[in-house]
């Protein structure tokens, strides 16, 4: 049974950099999608970023693009999302979560069938 979990979360002022990753175990990560959503307080749960099995394919929501990269390492079973450039509207929960569905990768937060317990990020001076 596929588990993820999170780590690398913390507090950054404006402008800084900040590197999530995102760790599988029970079954082999490169049998999935993954996909990372935030959640601020208060609002609903949003798309960020995903990768496809391979890595080959990434997508990103508007807001971050350019800002935020997210990679994989299939042999370590792992997913990173490299946060650059943060901004206060950054802030909220993230989490990983995987999709083994998808032939690319899905922003849709409802084709992700396995979700990590999230990790915080703030942002703020």
């Known amino acids: 049974q596929l588990q993820l979990v999170e780590s690398g979360g913390g507090s950054v002022q404006p402008g800084g950099s900040l590197s999530l990753s995102c760790a599988a175990s029970g079954v082999a990560l490169d049998y999935y999608a993954v996909g990372w959503f935030r959640q601020a307080p208060g609002k609903e749960r949003e798309a960020v970023s995903c990768?496809?099995?391979?890595?080959?394919?990434?997508n990103h929501v508007g807001s971050v693009k350019v800002r935020f990269i997210v990679s994989r390492d299939n042999a370590k079973n792992t997913v990173s999302l490299q946060m650059n450039n943060l901004k206060a509207e950054d802030t909220g929960v993230y989490f990983c979560a995987a999709d083994p569905w998808s032939s690319s990768c899905s922003l849709t937060s409802t084709d992700y069938s396995v979700w990590g317990q999230g990790a915080q990020v703030t942002v703020s001076s």
């Open positions: 990768i496809s099995r391979s890595g080959s394919s990434t």
